[in-house]
């Protein structure tokens, strides 16, 4: 078997930049979902510095209770079009689930906040000037616990926030890389 490369973990998505933040409030588990409130408060935030904020994940429930502060696409993506979603953003912000490993992928930049798992084992390891991790925990804990982890709720608001300004001031241009198909078989914009 052959080593993993870079160019491996990569995905080229054809979409147009919008600027939107996406936030993908839910996880398979609550161990691993951020307070709601903390949310909305980060979504008022991002909302009034001008910003289209706009809800993903599977978790419906879960974001309509957010949906009156944010443009709410839950359970409404294909896998194709969430990856089309993500592409065109400038910023992802979400626990460690599924969609921080597509906005690497594709190159958009993130704020992923981890909680009953370290970074190391599930975080970014390309481009990490694109991806910030938030994590405040000491070791594992239990990612399948139905409370939050409290290495999670150490996160703060505050530096949700200011790590999300930090990265959308950087641009939200993304990387291009050669080599790579214009899209995989059934990805498009």
């Given amino acids: ?25 839910g996880a398979a588990s609550v161990a691993r979902q951020w307070p709601l409130s903390r949310w909305g408060s980060v979504i008022r935030e991002l909302a009034a510095d001008g910003r289209h904020v706009v809800l993903t994940g599977s978790e419906r429930e879960l974001c309509a209770q957010l949906a009156g502060e944010a443009e709410d ?21 979400s ?15 993130s704020v992923t906040l981890f909680g009953p798992t370290p970074p190391r084992w599930w975080g970014p390891t390309i481009d990490l000037d694109r991806h910030t991790v938030l994590y405040h925990g000491v070791g594992a804990g239990n990612p399948h ?25 950087c641009g939200t241009s993304r990387p291009s890389w050669t080599g790579l198909p214009a899209s995989p078989p059934g990805v498009s914009s």
């Fill in 145 to 169: 616990a139905d409370q939050p982890d409290a290495a999670l709720l150490r996160i703060t608001v505050a530096e949700v926030l200011a790590t999300a300004r930090n990265q959308l001031a």
């Fill in 73 to 93: 696409l839950s359970g409404r993506l294909s896998l194709e079009g969430l990856a089309a979603r993500v592409a065109s953003a400038a910023l992802v912000l």
């Fill in 1 to 25: 078997m052959g080593e993993c490369s870079v160019d491996d973990l990569r995905l080229t998505v054809s979409a147009e930049p919008d600027g939107a933040v996406v936030v993908h409030p």
């Fill in 95 to 109: 626990g460690d689930t599924g969609v921080a490993h597509l906005a690497t992928a594709v190159g958009t930049r």
